[in-house]
């Protein structure tokens, strides 16, 4: 029962069951004329199959705009936005083509391109929104016992999942954005002792209950959070880093 547990509770599952359950919802409502265009079964098949390549390509893109130290600092609303964006060039042709199997004949202008891309992108802003959900969802879920990695303390949304010194300032970075605070980062960080974690550099501190994983580019080791942010770890701090036993990337 508790293998169970753990594995149903398992982020694989959650992507999955948001996935379909999206899907199944689009079916239900057939957006874009969908509705009366394609019989039930039709457009049950058709919105489960594309939603679940939608969030596939969104999945991944949201993945590697977070893993890009340019886009890494990104507000989660703009991260979702632009990888919707990224996400609906590949979608928009496996839309066509799906559609072309099920109104043989169907030709593609630039016109119906551009115009197909921009209703893939709102339904790519949707299965988005789910990804979102469920990786905020992942950061309020306490472990179950039993697992190989550390214990964590569970996150609130209230609390921080980041801290960065700016100046004589401290930037919280929280799971749905940040802010800044007139403060040094040491007297913040002793501010949340009372959350597991661990000041990977000078000028950060990251929640251990937010790290998706660590992973090295270019010689350098960074850890990611679950909410995209890269986070450079100092080489004083690699040993405490591995220590702690976060996932590879």
């Not at 199959?49 to 989660?76: N, Q, V």
């Not at 043989?104 to 789910?130: D, K, M, Y």
Request: with cysteine.
């Amino acid at each position: 029962m508790p293998l169970a547990k753990r594995e149903w509770s398992s982020p694989v599952w959650r992507h999955g069951l948001a996935a379909i359950g999206v899907s199944m919802l689009l079916g239900f409502l057939g957006p874009f004329g969908t509705n009366p265009v394609f019989d039930r079964t039709e457009r049950y098949a058709f919105w489960l199959g594309l939603g679940l390549t939608g969030y596939g390509c969104g999945f991944i893109a949201r993945k590697l705009l977070g893993s890009s130290p340019r886009f890494a600092r990104r507000s989660a609303p703009l991260l979702a936005l632009l990888a919707a964006l990224l996400s609906a060039i590949p979608q928009t042709f496996i839309v066509f083509w799906a559609m072309s199997l099920l109104q043989p004949g169907r030709t593609a202008s630039v016109g119906a391109l551009a115009l197909l891309f921009v209703a893939v992108t709102a339904v790519q802003l949707i299965l988005l929104t789910a990804i979102v959900l469920v990786e905020r969802r992942s950061l309020s879920l306490p472990r179950q016992a039993g697992t190989e990695e550390p214990p964590r303390t569970v996150l609130k949304e209230s609390q921080p999942v980041a801290l960065e010194a700016e100046d004589h300032y401290v930037r919280v970075h929280k799971v749905d954005g940040s802010k800044l605070v007139l403060q040094r980062l040491s007297d913040a960080v002793a501010e949340v002792s009372g959350i597991d974690g661990l000041q990977v550099h000078r000028g950060w501190w990251v929640a251990s209950a937010a790290v998706a994983g660590t992973y090295v580019e270019d010689g350098r080791r960074w850890v990611r959070l679950i909410n995209g942010l890269t986070i450079p770890v100092s080489r004083a701090r690699r040993r405490d880093v591995l220590a702690r036993g976060w996932p590879q990337l």
